[in-house]
T-cell receptor
Framework: QKEVEQNSGPLSVPEGAIASLNCTYS??????FFWYRQYSGKSPELIMS????GDKEDGRFTAQLNKASQYVSLLIRDSQPSDSATYLC????????????FGGGTRLMVKP | DAGITQSPRHKVTETGTPVTLRCHQT?????MYWYRQDPGHGLRLIHY???????DKGEVSDGYSVSRSKTEDFLLTLESATSSQTSVYFC???????????FGPGTRLTVT
């Protein structure tokens, strides 16, 4: 059974701080990793993808991947109240119909 | 948003009735997916399609069937709806990079 695990939270951070979201995965065949943001009542929105070990930065977001430890993280710098949402981690195996396995999500609350 | 629409957006139906949800995409994507999202379970794959008339089961396919007679449409059918199928249903397609899935707006289904 392929699994992606996330702490459900809520993770509460003050405005302007760095929010750190973490995710572990069980399938060593996973080759692609994604972070989605989901506001309440809305659909998941892709915000970051990462395919190789190391860091990938996009604006205030940094995704980090460590395949040896089977660990993915998302850092959000200068957190804003508008970042308050549930963040879903997903892992994909290119040999399996491009399917993704999703974690249960971490709820982030950014307090003004 | 990968040009995805879902219909209906909201539906209330009675136990035992058939229900069909439609996912429509305008960008000729090959892969399409149906997920359900429930509190405590995250996003779970129901069925997916890798081309016209080519479909396969996901993690929670029991009680659901799908059809894809045209590239742009992927239909999800509940032959005889049950209360356990009350959920939010999302359609997704692969666009952009490998395994990058983009979601439609969702359908909220309530079975009474």
């Amino acid at each position: 059974q392929k699994e992606v695990e996330q702490n459900s939270g809520p993770l509460s951070v003050p405005e302007g701080a760095i929010a750190s979201l973490n995710c572990t995965y069980s399938d060593r065949g996973s080759q692609s990793f994604f972070w989605y943001r989901q506001y309440s009542g809305k659909s998941p929105e892709l915000i970051m993808s990462i395919y190789s070990n190391g860091d990938k930065e996009d604006g205030r977001f940094t995704a980090q991947l460590n395949k040896a430890s089977q660990y993915v993280s998302l850092l959000i710098r200068d957190s804003q109240p508008s970042d308050s949402a549930t963040y879903l981690c997903a892992a994909g195996n290119n040999n399996a119909g491009n399917m993704l396995t999703f974690g249960g999500g971490t709820r982030l609350m950014v307090k003004p | 948003d990968a040009g995805i629409t879902q219909s209906p957006r909201h539906k209330v139906t009675e136990t035992g009735t058939p229900v069909t949800l439609r996912c429509h995409q305008t960008e000729n994507h090959r892969y399409m997916y149906w997920y359900r999202q429930d509190p405590g379970h995250g996003l779970r794959l129901i069925h997916y399609s890798y081309g016209v008339k080519d479909t396969d089961k996901g993690e929670v396919s029991d009680g659901y069937s799908v059809s894809r007679s045209k590239t742009e449409d992927f239909l999800l059918t509940l032959e005889s709806a049950t209360s356990s199928q009350t959920s939010v249903y999302f359609c997704a397609t692969v666009a952009g990079g490998p395994n990058e899935q983009y979601f439609g707006p969702g359908t909220r289904l309530t079975v009474t």
